[in-house]
């Protein structure tokens, strides 16, 4: 049997998960605009921003469905299975096929409680790379924003941003972590404290050499249908084999076959 598969190319686009209801959120919202949505538009990548009311599973699902974007970054509650957006909105569940396959081929960074352990569930449906935290994240935060505070969002985005100049899932990695020991050095003893575990809890798993910023392929030259006398890009003859040849490549053609060798017929 054919399949028509769709020539689309993922998004230069990232979506930005910053739900806003409560104080952890209300951090995650403030410095995840300072440190990954203005410096991927400052490179150029586009920004799907689900922020408060706007972070509901249906614009989630709608901005990597529809807007095909190749990343998925930010903050949000959550748990072993579960990544959530504003009011506990659950945006991603290990138990959905559907998120699964929504991820597929795809990389996400959250700063979330326990959704790192997960991270060998995505990847396994088919994710290309993951970085998070297995354990419970916490925020050095006294009064808003506050210094310490801006060091673990810095410290984390700092992988986003490696990744926003063109480096590699493991390069990424290598570079935050210079990030994360420069922002523990920076910090209150309290601050330190905190940091320092943070650190100890981050999870990256898929391809080290996985680049979600990657300008796509320029569009292939036209090519021709091998049964016609027909020519168009890729997906133009993809449609026409679909509309014009699909049915006789799957049930077999009533001319004779002598008859067929005769016209000299070239569909199988």
């Not at 920004?47 to 249906?58: G, M, Q």
């Not at 810095?154 to 994360?180: M, Q």
Request: aromatic letters at 12%.
């Amino acid at each position: 049997m054919i399949r028509i598969l769709p020539l689309r190319f993922q998004s230069l686009q990232v979506v930005s998960v910053r739900p806003d209801f409560e104080t952890a959120t209300k951090y995650g919202a403030y410095w995840t605009l300072r440190y990954l949505n203005q410096p991927a538009e400052a490179a150029g990548v586009g920004v799907v921003d689900l922020n408060k009311e706007a972070c509901t599973k249906e614009n989630f699902d709608d901005a990597i469905l529809n807007k095909n974007a190749v990343m998925v970054g930010g903050c949000g509650h959550g748990n072993q299975t579960t990544f959530t957006g504003q009011n506990y909105d659950e945006l991603l569940n290990t138990g959905s096929g559907s998120d699964a396959e929504l991820l597929r081929g795809r990389g996400g960074s959250f700063l979330s409680c326990e959704f790192g352990a997960s991270a060998e569930h995505w990847i396994n449906w088919g994710m290309k790379g993951f970085y998070g935290y297995d354990e419970t994240v916490y925020i050095p935060a006294s009064s808003f924003p506050n210094h310490d505070a801006e060091l673990l969002f810095k410290a984390h985005y700092a992988f986003d941003g490696a990744l926003l100049v063109g480096k590699t899932w493991g390069e990424a990695w290598d570079d935050s972590d210079d990030v994360w020991i420069a922002c523990m050095k920076q910090a209150t003893p309290y601050g330190q404290r905190i940091l320092l575990y943070d650190y100890e809890i981050r999870v990256r798993a898929g391809d080290d050499n996985f680049k979600p910023y990657v300008e796509p392929p320029p569009p292939p030259d036209d090519i021709v249908c091998p049964w016609l006398d027909f020519e168009g890009t890729p997906l133009e003859v993809q449609n026409h084999v679909k509309t014009t040849h699909a049915k006789y490549l799957v049930e077999p053609c009533i001319i004779p076959q002598p008859w067929r060798e005769w016209l000299k017929c070239k569909i199988p």
